[in-house]
């Protein structure tokens, strides 16, 4: 059963069949999906729901798909919760992690987006599929298109951090590094893909990928008790997440699931890419590229597809943007991981020292509900982690060893065992 009405122009309204459609021919804009609402009015419905998996499929209903889900099963429905430790370090009253750092097979959000994505270009009828990636989304195609047979190119800037390429590498993928950045990648895959029938995830068949990343907003609402919170932080790199967080948050008011929270959306990019945040600081629509020179490699894309949208979504929402240096970066990836246990990637790092800036300034108050976007592991990026996480403590395994070398963190120590 397929709830998707057919693809729709998001500029000039044009309608288009369901099929490999990704700019308006009359009008160049992108193209997004449309739902028929009314059917899914009628199966989608708080007891359905209660009875599904726990899989982002359990939002099916929703998502650009024709049949049954066959990729990505179990990604999705990652943890959500309340972090207490981090709201005092930060000063606030009500905060939220939602962390897509864990659970999904390739950690990180993109097994969302690749999911729906690769679901769909079996049931289009691709045998290959390939993508851009900045790192995480070479992950995730690598590892879901192994596993449902399906050929897979992969194109990534060849400076990726070692932790990225690996975590393609191991999934058998052919893997091309491009001496460029990810726009240069970007641009070259949108030449091959003319070419070639593939389904390039993040080019030709775009708007099902990108309905994929709904499935953030839909889980935060319901972990929530379908509530949305007053203020989100969502890190940007093509700006697609935002878009689409704001969209979820629209149809589950549209299907009367949650109350208009008013909710503000805030984008995060690091200052060495901040396309996106230079546009809504200026209030502007108009995005200016940049060459990207950031740790926060994941983030880096200097001309967003979406970041038009990005900064609509934003500005329309009462929201502002932040950006971060490499050092507030670093800091911030600690700070999550000393309070609250959470080991992110540098995208992470991105996303909570935005939200700190943004709490300083007085956008964020100190009393509403904030979510903050974890969307990476940080496994994967360890290279600006090595030079300040070093061991300091090594001994001779004999107590005596022990005992003096930590002697000063010892004095006062209870010692008798329990
Ligand atoms: C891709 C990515 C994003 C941003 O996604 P867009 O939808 O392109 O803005 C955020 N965090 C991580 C870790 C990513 O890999």
Redesign the pocket.
């Given at each position: 059963m397929s709830y998707m009405r057919g693809l729709k122009c998001r500029e000039c309204g044009r309608l288009y069949p369901k099929e490999v459609v990704f700019v308006c021919e009359y009008c160049f804009g992108s193209v997004e999906v449309d739902y028929d609402y009314d059917a899914i009015r009628r199966t989608f419905t708080k007891a359905s729901l209660a009875t599904r998996p726990p899989s982002l499929w359990r939002y099916r209903e929703l998502l650009p798909i024709e049949g049954e889900p066959t990729v990505g099963l179990t990604s999705g429905f990652t943890p959500f919760f309340r972090a207490h430790r981090l709201a005092e370090a930060l000063g606030v009253k009500e905060l939220y992690i939602k962390d897509d750092s864990v659970s999904h097979p390739t950690l990180?959000?993109?097994d969302r987006v690749v999911s729906v994505a690769l679901t769909r270009a079996k049931e289009l009828g691709f045998d290959t599929v390939a993508c851009a990636s900045?790192?995480?989304?070479a992950n995730s195609v690598s590892a879901h298109a192994a596993k449902a047979g399906l050929q897979r190119f992969i194109f990534i800037p060849a400076d990726l951090e070692m932790g990225k390429i690996i975590a393609s590498l191991i999934y058998k993928p052919t893997l091309v590094a491009v001496e460029g950045t990810y726009d240069d990648v970007n641009r070259l895959c949108a030449e091959i893909g003319s070419k070639y029938p593939w389904a390039f995830v993040n080019i030709n068949i775009r708007p099902y990928y990108a309905e994929g990343?709904k499935t953030y907003g839909y889980e935060i609402a319901e972990q929530m008790g379908w509530r949305a919170p007053q203020h989100i932080v969502i890190?940007?790199?093509?700006?697609?997440?935002?878009t689409k967080i704001n969209k979820a948050f629209k149809e589950l008011k549209q299907l009367g699931f949650i109350q208009d929270a008013g909710t503000k959306l805030y984008c995060a990019q690091a200052t060495g890419c901040a396309p996106i945040v230079n546009t809504i600081q200026a209030q502007s629509d108009i995005v200016k590229p940049v060459k990207p020179n950031t740790i926060a490699k994941?983030?880096a894309?200097g001309n967003?597809a979406?970041g038009y949208y990005?900064t609509k979504a934003v500005l329309g929402s009462g929201g502002w943007a932040e950006s971060a240096s490499d050092e507030e970066i670093i800091e911030a990836m600690k700070l999550l991981a000393e309070t609250e246990g959470v080991f992110t990637?540098t995208?992470?790092g991105v996303t909570l020292a935005a939200a700190k800036k943004l709490i300083e300034s007085g956008r964020i108050p100190r009393e509403e509900s904030l979510v903050i976007c974890i969307?990476?592991n940080g496994l994967k990026t360890q290279e600006p982690l090595l030079a300040q996480l070093k061991i300091k403590t090594r001994i001779k395994p004999t107590l005596a060893s022990f005992e003096s070398t930590l002697g000063e963190q010892l004095a006062g120590l209870a010692t008798r065992a329990r």
């Open positions: 990180s959000f993109k900045t790192g995480n989304l990343s890190p940007a790199a093509g700006g697609s997440l935002i994941s983030l894309i967003p979406d990005a990637e995208a992470g969307t990476g």
